[in-house]
């Protein structure tokens, strides 16, 4: 079974930064592409950014580009996502997700595992 948990979550205020991190077991963690979406309240799920198993392709959504680095240490079976420049607008609670591919691109598909989340709060 796939357990995905993330933590790093918090209260920061605008400017500020955070880093996620994402600890996986249940999986080959090596041989797998790792994902981080988020879903703020009222609003549908938005991917920000994914990396493949050997961290060579990496994308970023619009919204967190610049602002975002997605990497992972495999040999902590491990995915971060650090923000910069947090904004009122980032807002949200973050997944991290797992799918059943060395490579995604995104639209990313298959999912083979999600996180309970961690939630971000950015104060003006």
């Known amino acids: 079974e796939v357990r995905l948990v993330e933590s790093g979550g918090g209260l920061v205020q605008t400017g500020g930064s955070l880093r996620l991190a994402c600890t996986a077991s249940?999986?080959?963690?090596?041989?797998?592409?790792m994902s981080w979406v988020r879903q703020a309240p009222g609003k549908e799920e938005e991917w920000l950014a994914t990396?493949?198993?050997?961290?060579?392709?990496?994308y970023y959504a619009d919204s967190v580009k610049g602002r975002a680095t997605i990497f992972r240490v495999n040999a902590n079976n491990s995915v971060y996502l650090q923000l910069n420049s947090l904004e009122t607008e980032d807002t949200a609670m973050y997944y991290c997700?797992?799918?059943?591919?060395?490579?995604?691109?995104?639209?990313?598909?298959?999912?083979?595992?999600r996180g309970q989340g961690t939630q971000v709060t950015v104060s003006p």
């Open positions: 990396i493949d198993a050997g961290s060579r392709h990496i």
């Open positions: 249940g999986l080959r963690f090596s041989t797998t592409a």
């Open positions: 997700l797992s799918h059943a591919a060395y490579w995604i691109s995104p639209p990313i598909s298959k999912i083979n595992g």
